[in-house]
């Protein structure tokens, strides 16, 4: 190992750990020592409380009430039933108070047992010392006023001696002054957060409302005492308004209350004793949280301890470098040639995707887990570990792309040795129903080849109308060039692939290099001269240049595509050029004959044939050279329609060569290929399987947000996970996108926006492909058409409806979330923000398909010249010309006129 690249690793992974020292300093509090006046305690466990219907032992109340009694004198309980009744006699035993309560709900039936045991429990135990008859009841229009003003009546007169009040918040007992006449005392209920209050200004407005009950007493001139039977803080859960729920919250508020309780004799009970987890089904994610020990009978630092938010923290930081720093000198040790400023950038980002994951197993593993949490999961979890994946891949192709060493490519022929020869080269170009005038066009380019040897294939497949195959026939007949030859194939098989199999059997037998290009490219005269001789080396089984289009300043349309296109010429064939594991195109490429037929010609089973034979090469042995000068330019589709038509093919085909030739692209299966070369394959369609696991977390965040809607006090939105595959993946993609073209293709800042806001509207077409490429194997073959109509604004509109319609669903989820809870939950409205970020692909294509179909957007039209049909065919049609329909086939018949 280099050690460098030791440093660097252990640099990194010190800097990482050191983050959860800097997130982890301790607040500065002085710990409250002493006994609090009491505590709110409610029995149940995780695995018994009222969602299974079990109740907690003896034993387990038991050990409870002594972990209790070590902090406080008296409890206060909510209901008399189940577990709840043994209390006071175990609290008895104890030397513990207790404030007995009944549960009052709407069923009076219920509301009898609940009254009668509370009048046996206070009769029956000397630890009973006053008694609460409901909680929150009219808060929660459980029962009207006079209703329960009647059961205060009836157990004051059932427990005479022993004083009764009610529970409620400060507000009612404020709105409700004639509950003040019924009771004893008046038991309060004051929590700052639920009313939103941020942490620093929670104590003195608590202290105000309990003054304001005061001056409500005292204005009827009554002389009761007030008790706070509900005051706290969470430690954990969503922010209300101003009011964060954390640990270090929770003991700033609890030890500063106490402190100003003790001197302002104010008496109160902490909610709660134990964290309830059951309690996250009914009153989300807040109400399992309020406890002064956890769930699993751990004492919290809230009131004693030091104040962090994580207190493990020492374990998280030794488990980022524990796991980071050998994954970082892993992924350094691997020959990627670079500088020592993207081996440091490298080092980030393996080292960022650890502590992200650690994170994540922090919040998580410091949560009860409802079945919403379960679910999420389950479904969000293992794609984001593949979106943290390809996140890394991603930086691997930016600093392959920004700080590479000296590179491994080819960049000249070799120099020619012996007697080697330009070789004989076959150019195949397969069409389909394409317009004969740019046929003619690609043709008559060909004819200007600077070469001395080479024959030229037009191989027409499937193309039905007479009127647009015949003209083209017929200009090659016209050339009386016996090196240009036309083929018509009438209902053949296997699409463009069948075409190219059928031209290779037709190859003249002394051609040693097949040739092919798109029905409307034309290439510059040099094309063959300059890329032949790096033949002159036998591993060489492919030579690629770059795609390239004329038409990119037609509109600006086109002039976005163009810049999108570029991009993977002027970036990933580069890096991939450096591991020999390009990405054959169907054009512009040249093609070894002994080994196109060594490795069985073209696949006509992948709608993607052209990349499907450059990784049978690959496995095969040979080598490739990527030059990125261009030879040849062709035409782009001429509406958002069909550009997304044709990268969706893309995808799905890539999805296809990844099944069809999984066992040589997975790393534990054939070495077929060098792992250089697997993992080009597998990082250049990883972007394609993110855009696929963004779609399912886009109907993942859709259905939450109903949740939401539906149960707003149940469910909570999942931002933990949301937060780094939304928002996270969203930001470094474009950002990465926008430096590289900044620092490596040359367009101006304005194409480069254009060019992010093209890709961008693909996203949905590709992740639908991946989906689909995934579980189906039969999809058509897709012409990207060329030089078609421009649609109408109509079109342009159905052309991304389905977009559209799911834009609307993106916003309208998040502006109805943001009306129901966002003026109360700031993190709903974060929430909001990524549903409205998850629609800015679905936008884009939108405004693509705009852009496309708005003559605002036109410049001028392709300059294609009038009659150059006419001018190019003689007068009549030969009756005689042959139509160079293979055996067996039935010519279509035509007109001799």
């Given at each position: 190992?280099?050690?460098?690249?030791?440093?660097?690793g252990?640099?990194?992974?010190?800097?990482?750990?050191?983050?959860?020292?800097?997130?982890?300093r301790?607040?500065?509090?002085?710990?409250?020592?002493?006994d609090?006046?009491?505590?709110?305690?409610?029995?149940?466990?995780?695995?018994?409380?009222?969602?299974n219907?079990r109740?907690p032992?003896?034993?387990?109340?038991?050990?409870?009430?002594?972990?209790?009694?070590?902090?406080?004198?008296?409890?206060?309980?909510?209901?008399?039933?189940?577990?709840?009744?043994?209390?006071?006699?175990?609290?008895?035993q104890?030397?513990?108070?207790?404030m007995?309560g009944?549960?009052?709900?709407?069923?009076?039936?219920k509301?009898?047992?609940?009254?009668?045991?509370?009048?046996?429990?206070?009769?029956?135990?000397?630890?009973?010392?006053?008694?609460?008859v409901?909680?929150?009841?009219?808060?929660?229009?459980?029962?009207?006023?006079?209703?329960?003003?009647?059961y205060?009546?009836?157990?004051?007169?059932r427990?005479?001696?022993?004083?009764?009040?009610?529970?409620?918040?400060?507000?009612?007992?404020?709105?409700?002054?004639?509950l003040?006449?019924?009771?004893?005392?008046?038991?309060?209920?004051i929590?700052?957060?639920?009313?939103?209050i941020?942490?620093?200004?929670?104590v003195?407005?608590?202290?105000?409302?309990?003054?304001?009950?005061?001056?409500?007493?005292k204005?009827?001139?009554?002389?009761?005492?007030?008790?706070?039977?509900?005051?706290?803080?969470?430690?954990?859960?969503?922010?209300?308004?101003?009011?964060?729920?954390?640990?270090?919250?929770?003991?700033?508020?609890l030890?500063?209350f106490?402190?100003?309780?003790?001197?302002?004799?104010?008496?109160?009970?902490?909610?709660?004793?134990?964290?309830?987890?059951?309690?996250?089904?009914?009153?989300?994610?807040?109400?399992?949280?309020?406890?002064?020990?956890?769930?699993?009978r751990?004492?919290?630092?809230?009131?004693?301890?030091?104040?962090v938010?994580?207190?493990?923290?020492?374990?998280?930081?030794?488990?980022?470098?524990?796991?980071?720093?050998p994954?970082?000198?892993?992924?350094l040790?691997?020959?990627?040639?670079?500088?020592?400023?993207g081996?440091?950038?490298?080092?980030?980002?393996?080292?960022?995707?650890?502590?992200?994951?650690?994170?994540?197993y922090?919040?998580?593993?410091?949560r009860?887990?409802?079945?919403?949490?379960?679910?999420?999961?389950?479904?969000?979890?293992?794609?984001?570990?593949?979106?943290?994946?390809i996140?890394?891949?991603?930086?691997?192709?930016?600093?392959?792309?920004?700080?590479?060493?000296?590179t491994?490519?080819r960049?000249?022929?070799?120099?020619?040795?012996?007697?080697?020869?330009?070789?004989?080269?076959?150019?195949?170009?397969?069409?389909?129903?394409?317009?004969?005038?740019?046929?003619?066009?690609?043709?008559?380019a060909?004819?200007?080849?600077?070469?001395p040897d080479?024959?030229?294939?037009i191989?027409?497949?499937?193309?039905?109308?007479?009127?647009?195959?015949?003209?083209?026939?017929?200009?090659?007949?016209?050339?009386?060039?016996?090196?240009?030859?036309?083929?018509h194939?009438?209902?053949?098989?296997?699409?463009?692939?069948?075409?190219?199999?059928y031209?290779l059997?037709?190859?003249?037998?002394?051609?040693?290099?097949?040739a092919?290009i798109?029905?409307?490219?034309?290439?510059?005269p040099?094309?063959?001269?300059?890329?032949?001789?790096?033949?002159?080396?036998?591993?060489?089984?492919?030579?690629?240049?770059p795609?390239?289009?004329?038409?990119?300043?037609?509109?600006?349309?086109?002039?976005?595509?163009?810049?999108?296109y570029?991009?993977?010429?002027?970036?990933?064939?580069k890096?991939?050029?450096?591991?020999?594991?390009i990405?054959q195109?169907?054009?512009?490429a040249?093609?070894r004959?002994?080994?196109?037929?060594?490795?069985?010609?073209?696949?006509?089973?992948?709608?993607?044939?052209?990349?499907?034979?450059?990784?049978?090469?690959?496995?095969?042995?040979?080598?490739?050279?990527y030059?990125?000068?261009?030879?040849?330019?062709?035409?782009?589709?001429d509406?958002?329609d069909?550009?997304?038509?044709?990268?969706?093919?893309?995808?799905?085909?890539?999805?296809?060569?990844?099944k069809?030739h999984?066992?040589d692209?997975?790393?534990?299966?054939?070495?077929?290929?060098e792992?250089?070369q697997?993992?080009?394959?597998?990082?250049?369609?990883?972007?394609?399987?993110a855009?696929?696991?963004?779609l399912?977390?886009?109907?993942?965040?859709?259905?939450?947000?109903?949740?939401?809607?539906?149960?707003?006090d149940?469910?909570?939105?999942?931002?933990?996970?949301?937060?780094i595959?939304?928002?996270?993946?969203?930001?470094?993609?474009?950002?990465?996108?926008?430096?590289?073209?900044?620092?490596?293709?040359p367009?101006?800042?304005?194409?480069?926006?254009?060019?992010?806001?093209?890709?961008?509207?693909?996203?949905?077409?590709?992740?639908?492909?991946?989906?689909?490429?995934?579980?189906?194997?039969?999809l058509?073959?897709?012409?990207?058409?060329?030089?078609?109509?421009?649609?109408?604004?109509?079109?342009?509109?159905?052309?991304?409806?389905?977009?559209?319609?799911?834009?609307?669903?993106?916003?309208?989820?998040?502006?109805?979330?943001?009306?129901?809870?966002?003026?109360?939950?700031?993190?709903?409205?974060?929430?909001?923000?990524?549903?409205f970020?998850?629609?800015?692909?679905?936008?884009?294509?939108?405004?693509?398909?705009?852009?496309?179909?708005?003559?605002?957007?036109?410049?001028?039209?392709?300059?294609?010249?009038?009659?150059?049909?006419?001018?190019?065919?003689?007068?009549?049609?030969?009756?005689?010309?042959?139509?160079?329909?293979?055996?067996?086939?039935?010519p279509?018949?035509?007109?001799?006129?």
């Open positions: 190992m280099r050690l460098s690249n030791a440093l660097i252990l640099l990194v992974a010190l800097l990482f750990a050191g983050a959860w020292v800097l997130l982890n301790p607040v500065d509090e002085e710990p409250w020592t002493q609090v006046s009491g505590l709110t305690y409610t029995p149940f466990r995780e695995d018994a409380n009222p969602t219907g109740e032992t003896l034993a387990q109340v038991r050990e409870d009430l002594s972990l209790m009694a070590g902090v406080t004198s008296q409890l206060r309980t909510y209901s008399t039933t189940g577990a709840n009744y043994g209390i006071p006699t175990m609290a008895d104890m030397g513990l108070r207790v007995a009944a549960w009052i709900d709407v069923d009076a039936e509301n009898r047992q609940e009254i009668d045991n509370l009048v046996a429990m206070a009769l029956n135990s000397g630890s009973v010392s006053r008694v609460t409901g909680n929150e009841a009219i808060y929660k229009n459980l029962v009207t006023v006079p209703e329960l003003i009647a205060i009546r009836e157990v004051k007169r427990l005479p001696g022993i004083p009764v009040s009610t529970a409620e918040p400060y507000g009612v007992w404020l709105d409700h002054p004639e003040l006449d019924e009771v004893d005392f008046v038991a309060v209920h929590l700052p957060f639920w009313n939103g941020p942490v620093e200004d929670a003195a407005w608590t202290l105000g409302n309990y003054r304001a009950v005061q001056d409500a007493l204005a009827r001139g009554l002389d009761k005492r007030v008790v706070l039977t509900e005051v706290g803080w969470p430690s954990q859960g969503l922010q209300r308004q101003g009011a964060v729920a954390s640990p270090v919250n929770q003991g700033l508020f030890r500063n106490v402190r100003e309780a003790k001197m302002a004799d104010i008496e109160y009970f902490i909610i709660e004793g134990f964290d309830q987890p059951w309690k996250a089904e009914f009153e989300g994610g807040v109400g399992a949280y309020w406890g002064v020990w956890d769930g699993h751990e004492l919290k630092p809230a009131l004693q301890g030091t104040l938010n994580y207190q493990n923290w020492r374990w998280l930081a030794g488990a980022t470098i524990l796991f980071g720093l994954f970082v000198l892993w992924m040790r691997a020959e990627l040639g670079l500088a020592g400023r081996r440091f950038f490298l080092a980030l980002m393996g080292q960022g995707g650890v502590m992200i994951g650690v994170w994540i922090a919040t998580y593993s410091g009860y887990l409802t079945w919403f949490d379960i679910v999420a999961l389950a479904m969000i979890a293992p794609a984001t570990i593949l979106l943290l994946a996140f890394l891949i991603e930086g691997v192709e930016m600093a392959l792309n920004l700080w590479l060493g000296q491994r490519r960049l000249v022929p070799p120099p020619v040795k012996g007697s080697w020869h330009l070789p004989k080269v076959s150019i195949h170009v397969p069409c389909y129903n394409e317009p004969p005038e740019m046929m003619i066009d690609t043709i008559r060909l004819e200007q080849l600077d070469y080479f024959e030229v294939l191989i027409d497949n499937n193309t039905r109308d007479d009127a647009v195959w015949r003209p083209v026939e017929a200009y090659v007949a016209s050339l009386d060039r016996p090196n240009f030859r036309f083929f194939l009438p209902k053949w098989p296997g699409f463009k692939a069948g075409a190219l199999n031209g059997s037709q190859t003249h037998p002394q051609a040693e290099i097949v092919t798109d029905s409307d490219y034309i290439v510059r040099d094309w063959l001269k300059n890329l032949a001789p790096h033949f002159a080396d036998p591993n060489v089984a492919l030579v690629q240049a795609q390239d289009y004329r038409d990119g300043g037609d509109d600006l349309f086109k002039r976005m595509c163009f810049w999108e570029a991009g993977f010429f002027h970036l990933g064939m890096t991939r050029d450096e591991q020999n594991a990405i195109h169907g054009t512009m040249l093609i004959k002994a080994a196109l037929q060594q490795v069985g010609g073209w696949g006509e089973w992948c709608i993607t044939e052209d990349a499907e034979l450059g990784l049978r090469l690959f496995k095969a042995g040979y080598r490739a050279i030059t990125e000068s261009s030879y040849g330019k062709g035409l782009m589709p509406s958002f069909a550009y997304r038509k044709q990268r969706y093919r893309w995808a799905y085909g890539a999805m296809t060569i990844l069809g999984a066992r692209l997975l790393p534990f299966g054939r070495r077929a290929l792992p250089g697997r993992y080009q394959f597998l990082a250049g369609w990883m972007p394609w399987i855009d696929g696991l963004q399912l977390f886009v109907f993942l965040a859709i259905f939450w947000s109903l949740g939401m809607l539906a149960f707003p149940k469910v909570e939105p999942p931002l933990t996970l949301y937060l595959v939304t928002l996270g993946m969203f930001f470094f993609k474009i950002g990465k996108s926008v430096w590289l073209y900044a620092r490596k293709v367009c101006s800042f304005a194409d480069n926006l254009g060019a992010a806001l093209a890709g961008l509207s693909l996203s949905y077409a590709v992740s639908k492909a991946v989906w689909s490429g995934l579980f189906t194997s039969s058509p073959f897709h012409r990207t058409p060329k030089l078609e109509n421009q649609p109408a604004l109509i079109r342009g509109l159905v052309a991304a409806r389905e977009e559209t319609a799911i834009l609307l669903l993106l916003v309208g989820s998040g502006i109805a979330v943001m009306w129901q809870r966002g003026a109360v939950e700031p993190t709903t409205m974060l929430w909001a923000i990524l549903l970020v998850q629609a800015l692909p679905f936008l884009a294509a939108l405004v693509m398909s705009m852009i496309n179909v708005l003559p605002v957007f036109k410049w001028r039209r392709p300059a294609i010249v009038p009659g150059i049909v006419a001018a190019a065919l003689p007068a009549k049609l030969p009756a005689d010309l042959p139509a160079h329909t293979p055996a067996g086939v039935q279509i018949a035509r007109d001799p006129a």
